[in-house]
């Protein structure tokens, strides 16, 4: 089936720890996204890549990093700098990197501080 | 930035009825998806919508660009229905990649 695959589920991290969210989609999609909800709120904007090798901040990119080496990958690193990283971290796609497309998104990582 | 206003915030619905979630955007825009996420936090595509009227069995959305808002209909509501509703939209150029999300309509659909 084609999809956005996010791994994984639950996920928890240490103080000082560097943790890897992982998404892999195979809809041959260019453009992929990492989003951040807290409870009750909508998502917000971490990082964005609208072709290989390349990716552009949103609006909360601060202590996080990403990178984007294949096309269908798009991990996620929440470093020991994000301060406040207990989340639900949603990753999306879509088709276009020049026009809208719809976003398409993954099942999503609920990320906890132990 | 573009801003979303969503409402109302809250909603409970008898199995059965009727309801109209509404979402007020600031700017003109290219893309307006409206979404469920479930109680397990999955995020639905419901409707592809920057302008127009679209139906998917009880459910359906217009959007009125030029007046800015847009509207999702849920008809003869079932429980499975309950959730949170989001309405976020993509802007003009220079914004073309980032989708900015309304605060969401919390649904609950009881027996």
């Known amino acids: 089936d084609g999809g956005i695959t996010q791994s994984p589920k639950y996920l928890f991290r240490k103080e000082g720890q560097n943790v890897t969210l992982s998404c892999e989609q195979n809809?041959?999609?260019?453009?992929m996204y990492w989003y951040r909800q807290d409870p009750g709120q909508g998502l917000r904007l971490i990082y964005y890549?609208?072709?290989?090798?390349?990716?552009q901040k949103g609006d909360i990119a601060e202590g996080y990093s990403v990178s984007r080496e294949k096309k269908e990958s798009f991990p996620l690193t929440v470093t020991s700098a994000q301060k406040n990283p207990t989340a639900f971290y949603l990753c999306a796609s879509s088709m276009g990197n020049r026009i809208v497309q719809p976003q398409h998104f993954g099942d999503g990582t609920r990320l906890s501080i132990l | 930035g573009i801003q979303v206003e969503q409402s109302p915030p809250d909603l409970i619905l008898q199995e059965g009825a009727n309801s109209t979630l509404r979402c007020n955007f600031s700017?003109?825009?290219?893309?307006l998806q409206w979404f469920h996420q479930n109680p397990w936090g999955q995020l639905i595509n419901l409707f592809y919508i920057p302008s127009g009227t679209k139906q998917n069995g009880r459910l359906s959305a217009t959007t009125v660009a030029t007046e800015r808002y847009s509207l999702l209909y849920i008809s003869s509501s079932q429980t499975t229905d309950s959730g949170v509703y989001f309405c976020a939209v993509q802007g003009g150029p220079g914004t073309a990649s980032k989708l900015t999300f309304g605060t969401g309509t919390r649904l609950q659909v009881t027996l």
């Open positions: 890549s609208q072709i290989v090798n390349d990716f």
């Open positions: 809809l041959n999609h260019d453009a």
């Open positions: 700017d003109s825009v290219n893309n």
